[in-house]
């Protein structure tokens, strides 16, 4: 068994897809993971289950339970200890609210990356990582290049959006 965090798309942003964070609880608790704890009120959670690929029976699950498509992205520990251990601007990165990782649901394929750099958006403030895409938004996000739509748009790879503070705050509990 083996942990890991799971990234909900889109919960509880606006008025669109709303969820309790315990119903949420209550599902992938049903679904047979172990140890599960939410983290805010915003689609993040810590589990316990083998290892395998679980973000696409996540997606049906939530489809058939709250009636809506929502895009799941699971990390095992591992993978989030290599996006905190690899935080590229820790020294000048003072507000964990402003500064964003948008993981990446998959590796981009590399032909489509040399055509479409991300960084070139927000060069200064922006580092591709291993399934990450760094982002320091000093002012922030909505007055930041938004470096994830363009990956999801041109190189076809589904990316969910945390500040700092919700990615360490992950990787504490686990």
């Not at 068994?1 to 209550?26: H, S, W, Y």
């Not at 076809?156 to 700092?164: D, H, I, S």
């Amino acid at each position: 068994m083996a942990r890991f965090a799971v990234l909900l798309r889109g919960i509880n942003v606006g008025t669109a897809k709303r969820m309790a964070m315990a119903d949420l609880r209550e599902l992938l608790s049903e679904l047979g993971f172990d140890d599960v704890r939410t983290v805010l009120n915003s689609g993040n959670a810590v589990i316990t289950g083998p290892e395998e690929e679980h973000a696409p029976r996540i997606e049906v699950a939530l489809r058939e339970r709250f009636g809506f498509d929502v895009r799941c992205v699971v990390l095992t520990a591992d993978a989030l200890r290599t996006i905190v251990d690899g935080h590229p601007f820790a020294d000048v990165a003072t507000d964990g609210s402003r500064m964003m990782a948008h993981v990446l649901a998959a590796a981009p394929d590399p032909a489509r990356l040399a055509a479409h750099d991300p960084v070139a958006l927000d060069p200064d403030r922006a580092v591709l990582g291993e399934r990450v895409l760094y982002q320091w938004c000093p002012d922030g996000l909505l007055a930041a290049p938004p470096v994830g739509g363009f990956v999801e748009k041109h190189l076809g790879v589904a990316v969910t959006a945390r500040n700092w503070n919700t990615v360490t705050k992950l990787y504490a509990l686990l």
